[in-house]
Nanobody, 124 residues
Framework: QVQLDESGGGLVQAGGSLRLSCSAS????????MGWFRQAPGKEREFVGV????????YYADSVKGRFTISRDNAKNTVYLLMNSLKPEDTAVYYC?????????????????WGQGTQVTVSS
């Protein structure tokens, strides 16, 4: 069982930056691939990016590629989402999720544990 807790959300102007953190409970954090998803008002939740366990390879949605960066610190049981050049369309609740799979999956079905989410609002 893994519990995930996101933090770092808030209100930022377009063009600004935010760094989200996701802290995980347990001693097996390094065994999980960690994904970030987001859900905007009135829309379905969508994939943002993932960092794979063991080799830290990353994969991003086209909408955030080049602007967002995922990293992890296994010693701190934490994964980060650095968001630069934010746009109003990035406004959403952001969720982190943990997957047992050794994959760069964009499918929600591959993820076993989810956090409660943190709100990110980008003003124009």
């Amino acid at each position: 069982q893994v519990q995930l807790d996101e933090s770092g959300g808030g209100l930022v102007q377009a063009g600004g930056s935010l760094r989200l953190s996701c802290s995980a409970s347990g001693r097996t954090f390094s065994r999980y691939s960690m994904g970030w998803f987001r859900q905007a008002p009135g829309k379905e939740r969508e994939f943002v990016g993932v960092i794979r366990r063991s080799d830290d390879r990353t994969y991003y949605a086209d909408s955030v590629k080049g602007r967002f960066t995922i990293s992890r610190d296994n010693a701190k049981n934490t994964v980060y989402l650095l968001m630069n050049s934010l746009k109003p369309e990035d406004t959403a609740v952001y969720y982190c999720a943990a997957s047992n799979a050794y994959s760069l999956s964009y499918s929600e079905n591959e993820y076993d544990y989810w956090g409660q989410g943190t709100q990110v609002t980008v003003s124009s």
